[in-house]
Each structure stands twice: as structure tokens, then as C-alpha cells.
């Protein structure tokens, strides 16, 4: 079936430096690329997306990446900072339907 | 505004009994998703209800669980008998339309079996 590899499963990294998620999809159908923050205690959070039909997408410190052909999408966090720290969660969703198919996450620590 | 709402927002049961677990959209939100979230896991699908359409139950794992939305807005997901393997965090999100929209998480339901 469809699903969604997301390494790492942790990261760590000194403030100010960046961290790269990187997740890979197999169903070729997919056209819509979510990734989600979740802190302690809460649901996830939307913090940016792509479609298929854009390469890249940046907003402010956080950008993502498409590549199609490879079938993996990128998150890039510049500066990061200790309020960073939380699980982020890719996602694929295929075109026409409503299911997304979501990766196991990533905890990133920001170490002040 | 009011975003999604879960409650209770911790459940511990023994098991063989039953649970429910409530979701309030975002008024106004058509669709209406629950998720499993088991520890170090992604999210799983379990039920999908869109406006007045047939549910897709098609990701609960087995006939235990069961979910209902009244009147197009709240609603419960029910385990019954409950088995230690269901203890997780169940996620509720609601959106305007099923995929064109932004999915808004509420903060889950974490359920303990002991």
C-alpha cells in the first residue's frame, strides 16, 4: 500500500543552525505535500505545503522542497531556535482523494 | 476563533469496557477526520465523514470501533471492549471540504487500557 518514509527520527541541532527533514512517498498519484508541527500536548499543526506543481516553497525560516521524479519532499528550517523544538510530521496526500498517508515523524531539539 | 475541541482530553479504562471520545469541529467544517496516533508512530486513518455523504470507515481497525456525527457536527468515536493495543492518542481535525482544505487538528484524546 501507500506510505511515507520520514527520516530521522530525531534530530538535533545548536540554535541557529539548520535542520532537514526528508521524507519519501511511493504512490506516484500524490499531489499534495503538508508538513505539520506538534508540540507537547497539542494536535499537529499545518506550517507549510507544497503541490506537485511547484519545486519549492520558503516562508520566512522554513522552506520545502518537491523533487517528483525522485518522490521525496524536503524540509528545511533556517536559524533555527529553541521554540523550534517539536515532532514534525510529513505527509502525501493523492490526487482526488481525501486520505493523507503520513510519515512515523521527526523530534527535532533545538539546543539553546 | 474556536478551533477543534476533544474531550476528555485523558481516558484511562480498564479493559473489556467500553469508551467514547468526542469531537467538536470548527463550525462550519463539512469534513471531519479521526485519527490513531500510537507512541513514536505517524498518524493512522480510521473514519472520514464529509457533509451528508456515507462515512469511509474504511481505516478502523476492526468492528470495535465505531464512529457517529450528529447533525453534521460533534462526533464520538466509540471503542468497545477495549484491548490494551488501543491505547493511544486519538486525533480529531475538521475541514471546510474534504481536500481542498487545510486540515485544523483538535488536541487529542489520549486513552490508556490498563
Known amino acids: 500500500g501507500e506510505n511515507v518514509e520520514q527520516h530521522p527520527s530525531t534530530l538535533s541541532v545548536q540554535e541557529g543552525d539548520s535542520a532537514v527533514i526528508k521524507c519519501t512517498y511511493s504512490?506516484?498519484?500524490?499531489?499534495?505535500f503538508p508538513w505539520y508541527k506538534q508540540e507537547l500536548g497539542k494536535g499537529p499543526q499545518l506550517i507549510i505545503d507544497?503541490?506537485?506543481?511547484?519545486g519549492e516553497k520558503k516562508d520566512q525560516r522554513i522552506a520545502v522542497t518537491l523533487n517528483k521524479t525522485a518522490k521525496h519532499f524536503s524540509l528545511h528550517i533556517t536559524e533555527t531556535q529553541p521554540e523550534d523544538s517539536a515532532v514534525y510530521f510529513c505527509?502525501?496526500?493523492?490526487?482526488?482523494?481525501?486520505?493523507?498517508?503520513f510519515g512515523t515523524g521527526t523530534r527535532l531539539k533545538v539546543l539553546a | 476563533g474556536a478551533g477543534v475541541s476533544q474531550s476528555p482530553s485523558n481516558k484511562v479504562t480498564e479493559k473489556g469496557k467500553d469508551v467514547e471520545l468526542r469531537c467538536d469541529p470548527i463550525?462550519?467544517?463539512?469534513?471531519l477526520y479521526w485519527y490513531r496516533q500510537s507512541l513514536g508512530q505517524g498518524l493512522e486513518f480510521l473514519i472520514y465523514?464529509?457533509?451528508?455523504?456515507?462515512?469511509?470507515k474504511s481505516g478502523l481497525p476492526s468492528d470495535r470501533f465505531s464512529a457517529e456525527r450528529t447533525g453534521g457536527s460533534v462526533s464520538t468515536l466509540t471503542i468497545q471492549r477495549t484491548q490494551q493495543e488501543d491505547s493511544a492518542v486519538y486525533l480529531c481535525?475538521?475541514?471546510?471540504?474534504?481536500?481542498?482544505?487545510?486540515?485544523?487538528f483538535g488536541p487529542g484524546t489520549r486513552l490508556t487500557v490498563t
Open positions: 505527509a502525501a496526500r493523492p490526487s482526488g482523494t481525501y486520505k493523507y498517508i
Open positions: 507544497i503541490r506537485s506543481n511547484v
Open positions: 481535525a475538521s475541514s471546510l471540504e474534504g481536500f481542498s482544505y487545510e486540515q485544523y
Open positions: 463550525s462550519g467544517h463539512t469534513a
Open positions: 504512490d506516484s498519484a500524490s499531489n499534495y
Open positions: 465523514f464529509q457533509g451528508n455523504s456515507a462515512p469511509d
